[in-house]
């Protein structure tokens, strides 16, 4: 049960960060086992007072919001993810999309809202397409379809691609339906420039489902030739868990399929949050991924949700949806390390390579019992010899953090909006926050896209860093040192 109770006002603690230079940190650390699991950690700080009131902005000196555009109608349901491209962003909403164009990030503008409803619509671009995730059961594949029960033979889940060549006018040119729908995808680049793939990720099979069957221990792989998309097609379906996943606990959810991959193309490497599990694959071959290294945290990770490598790929991030993203964790009550991230070392070469988990890392602020609050989507700021990101908590906001010591992460920026109610749970806050070419972008699931100024002397060396398209889950690398 949720206890209600009416936020406190704010009262800011400005911390004095220590000045440190530039430096690279490796720690190497004894092999895994080949399934790992968690039983411990160190103690984290405890949480501070700093809940605002309704709707407040407050934020650390050093990270500032310059623009916000409101959702509107018919795009007004929930936000998801973000793609972008050039300069322009793609918001997901669980009726479409909508493409922002952010030449002026201090002032972006709408160039098209695209009506096709089907949550999560899970988003990623390439050259002139546009890729949309369908994890609702439909009446069909079109952008007029229905509600529709996934027990109906007839019911439709699965990609859209969309010919964005018009950013004005996007047009759907080709369906794709997977097992399970698609909850989230991954953009893949081929090895040969002339195809795409997508890892797509869905799970919570059922018997009586028949697109969906049990025990769903596998991904879809979809090819998407580039010069003839409307081609594209399911071409394998591999299985991650041939042994079966975690069979699950009281505290933590069964593995029934993956949840989120981020890909690592320069590396040939993927992690996936599976659940209830936390995978690491070999992807040298793009049509057939392996599983070289899992782990479990049977302590205190209730579902694996998202993943983020380091720029050395020596590190990835596992974050825990404890609550699926509707429920208040950021409080006393819930601790510091569940709803975390975990961060874990990455050892050894090839076939052997092992995750060993060396800490957890959370928002240091308590969050009013209103406000759902866990650790969601964020990326990678290419920040030169440090290893540095920012990610979206919902209601908790906007957070910074500095991991280049693995076992002693810190925050070094925030941003967050008071609850949307102080006295019932209102679900909300930020979806995904990303860094891209300069500047924050936050889709927040009510109060809509969010761009953001981080000025810290720990992070100017990111806005050497350009990219002409980026694809969160499909992660780029850049120069370091």
Request: aromatic share 8%; proline share 6%; net charge neutral.
């Amino acid at each position: 049960m949720i206890r209600l109770h009416k936020p406190r006002l704010r009262q800011l603690r400005i911390v004095a960060l220590a000045t440190t230079g530039l430096l690279v940190a490796s720690a190497l650390v004894a092999p895994a086992s080949n399934a790992q699991t968690v039983s411990q950690a160190a103690p984290a700080p405890a949480l501070t007072n700093t809940i605002p009131g309704v709707d407040e902005i407050v934020s650390s000196p050093n990270l500032r919001q310059i623009a916000n555009v409101p959702k509107v109608a018919p795009l007004d349901a929930t936000n998801s993810d973000i793609a972008f491209q050039g300069k322009y962003a793609f918001a997901g909403n669980y009726n479409g999309f909508v493409i922002y164009d952010i030449s002026r990030p201090s002032a972006p503008t709408v160039k098209a809202r695209v009506l096709c409803p089907g949550s999560q619509n899970d988003i990623s671009v390439h050259g002139d397409l546009l890729f949309l995730s369908t994890d609702s059961s439909r009446s069909d594949d079109s952008c007029n379809s229905t509600a529709q029960g996934a027990d109906v033979k007839g019911s439709w889940e699965g990609i859209k691609v969309f010919d964005i060549k018009d950013k004005a006018n996007p047009r759907y040119i080709k369906s794709v339906e997977t097992a399970c729908g698609s909850h989230t995808h991954t953009l893949v680049p081929g090895k040969n420039n002339k195809t795409v793939y997508l890892y797509v990720s869905s799970y919570s099979p059922r018997a009586e489902f028949p697109d969906c069957q049990p025990p769903h221990d596998s991904i879809s792989i979809i090819k998407v030739p580039l010069k003839k998309p409307t081609d594209a097609a399911v071409i394998a379906a591999p299985n991650l868990f041939p042994d079966g996943g975690f069979p699950g606990s009281e505290t933590g959810s069964a593995t029934t399929g993956c949840h989120d991959i981020t890909v690592y193309p320069a590396k040939d490497l993927a992690a996936g949050a599976c659940m209830g599990d936390g995978i690491l694959l070999d992807i040298k071959n793009r049509e057939a991924p392996r599983v070289i290294n899992r782990v479990r945290d049977e302590v205190n990770f209730a579902f694996w949700h998202s993943a983020t490598f380091n720029n050395a790929g020596t590190k990835v991030i596992f974050t825990d949806e404890l609550g699926g993203g509707g429920a208040a964790t950021c409080n006393e009550a819930v601790g510091p390390n569940r709803g975390a991230d975990a961060i874990y070392d990455i050892s050894g070469r090839g076939n052997a390579r092992k995750m060993t988990f060396r800490s957890y890392y959370k928002i240091p602020r308590a969050n009013a019992d209103t406000e759902n609050c866990v650790a969601h989507n964020g990326s990678l700021i290419p920040v030169l010899g440090k290893d540095i990101m920012v990610q979206a908590w919902y209601q908790g906001g906007i957070s910074v953090w500095d991991f280049t010591d693995s076992a002693n992460p810190k925050e070094i920026a925030f941003w967050e909006r008071g609850p949307l109610s102080a006295d019932r749970p209102v679900g909300g806050g930020t979806w995904s926050a990303y860094y891209y070419n300069g500047h924050i972008y936050s889709n927040d699931m009510v109060k809509g896209l969010d761009v953001l100024e981080l000025n810290d002397w720990r992070t100017w060396t990111a806005k050497l860093t350009r990219y002409q398209e980026l694809n969160v889950q499909t992660q780029p690398s850049y120069l370091g040192w």
